[in-house]
Every structure is written in structure tokens, then in C-alpha cells.
């Protein structure tokens, strides 16, 4: 739901993505925290409310954003 949302919102803003650009955004944006936070969830001992889940989701992808951006600074 996520990704379509962020989607959405770059194709109706005027973004021009390629195929690879759409694929990228998806597997680093949403693939990539889903699997990590369900895999949490799963192997947790306490059950889950969906706000952890989504709290826990979040926070995934902004960690995931945080190492997208760190790995396209370049270093002197």
C-alpha cells in the first residue's frame, strides 16, 4: 500500500521513471523493510498489534532511506 502510495504521489507530480527506477524504488523502499519487519515479527515472543508492526515498518524504511542517501554522498 506504501509503494503505491509513493508511487502515485511521483507519477502525478510530474516524475519521469523507467521501469529499472520504479523496480529500485520498490525493492529498497517497500520489499526490504516488509521482509525485515515481518521476519521480526515472526520470530518475536510477544504478539504484535498491527501499530507495532507499522511503527516497526517505518522505521525500516527510513533507516533504509538514511543508507541510500549516505551511500550517494561522495567522499573527497
Keep these: 500500500m506504501l509503494y503505491f502510495l509513493v508511487l502515485c504521489v ?13 523496480g529500485y524504488l520498490f525493492g529498497e523502499i517497500c520489499v526490504l523493510p516488509a521482509l525485515a519487519t515481518g521476519i521480526w515479527g515472526w520470530f518475536s515472543k ?23 542517501v549516505s551511500n550517494q554522498v561522495q567522499h573527497p
Excluded: D, E, H
Design 10 to 22: 511521483l507519477l502525478f507530480g510530474g516524475a519521469k521513471l523507467s521501469a529499472y527506477q520504479i
Design 46 to 68: 510477544k504478539n504484535w498489534t498491527w501499530l507495532r508492526f507499522l511503527v516497526t515498518f517505518i522505521a525500516f524504511v527510513v533507516l533504509s532511506v538514511i543508507v541510500q
